[in-house]
Nanobody, 117 residues
Framework: QVQLVESGGGLVQAGESLRLSCAASGSIFSFNDMGWYRQAPGKQRELVATITSGGSTNYADSVKGRFTISRDNAKNTVYLQMNSLKPEDTAVYYC???????????WGQGTQVTVSS
């Protein structure tokens, strides 16, 4: 059974940094795109950043220049380095991983990030 386990969330002040990690396991197939999404209270889940197995990245405009996504394919782990955090970054952050060959998308349980002003 595929599992995505996130870690690294917490409470920080505006301007500070956090690093999220997500370790994926249980798949006999390689993970293709991996990424991070977030959902703030009362809002829909939105894309934060994605990264392909080859390292190509995509970011939401709201985080460009502040967040960096990376991955370690050998460890099936994706990271999100978040710098210059703002109160509007407060949300539950979810890890996402896709296995294209079987058309499956997997989600982590979410980790809370709270940024105080």
């Amino acid at each position: 059974q595929v599992q995505l386990v996130e870690s690294g969330g917490g409470l920080v002040q505006a301007g500070e940094s956090l690093r999220l990690s997500c370790a994926a396991s249980g798949s006999i197939f390689s993970f293709n795109d991996m990424g991070w999404y977030r959902q703030a209270p009362g809002k829909q889940r939105e894309l934060v950043a994605t990264i392909t197995s080859g390292g190509s990245t995509n970011y939401a405009d709201s985080v460009k220049g502040r967040f960096t996504i990376s991955r370690d394919n050998a460890k099936n782990t994706v990271y999100l380095q978040m710098n210059s955090l703002k109160p509007e970054d407060t949300a539950v952050y979810y890890c996402n991983a896709k296995v294209v060959i079987i058309q499956r998308t997997y989600w982590g349980q979410g980790t809370q990030v709270t940024v105080s002003s």
